[in-house]
């Protein structure tokens, strides 16, 4: 059975670092591009991070460049989120998904459209 699971959330303080897991069984991460999406109270669903399948492309939502980074790690088929520099309104539950073949366009905007699987999601707090 293919899923993704999460993990690495928690509460830290503003300034604060966290890593975020994602990873999959049942299929080959390496084959997809994998999202992170993020969901706070009373808002709607955000793009945050995104990784092409194939040709290692990114993309950030403005809010989180040069404080989070998206790697894979396809010997252990998992994805990774780096989060730096953390913010009280980066406070939300996280979650990871993928898209088999997805290969990021220069207009791609954070879109959660055409995405296969999806985890459970991980919940982050940054608060002092």
């Known amino acids: 059975q293919a899923q993704l699971v999460e993990s690495g959330g928690g509460l830290v303080q503003p300034g604060g670092s966290l890593r975020l897991s994602c990873h999959a069984s049942?299929?080959?991460?390496?084959?997809?591009?994998i999202g992170w999406f993020r969901q706070a109270p009373g808002k709607e669903r955000e793009g945050v991070s995104c990784?092409?399948?194939?040709?290692?492309?990114?993309y950030y939502t403005e809010s989180v460049k040069g404080r989070f980074t998206i790697s894979r790690d396809g010997a252990n088929n998992t994805v990774y989120l780096q989060m730096d520099s953390l913010k009280p309104e980066d406070t939300a539950v996280y979650y990871c998904?993928?898209?088999?073949?997805?290969?990021?366009?220069?207009?791609?905007?954070?879109?959660?459209?055409?995405?296969?699987?999806w985890g459970q999601g991980t919940q982050v707090t940054v608060s002092s």
């Open positions: 998904a993928a898209a088999y073949g997805l290969s990021l366009s220069p207009n791609y905007r954070g879109s959660d459209r055409g995405f296969d699987y």
């Open positions: 990784l092409s399948s194939g040709d290692g492309h990114t």
């Open positions: 049942g299929f080959t991460l390496d084959d997809y591009g």
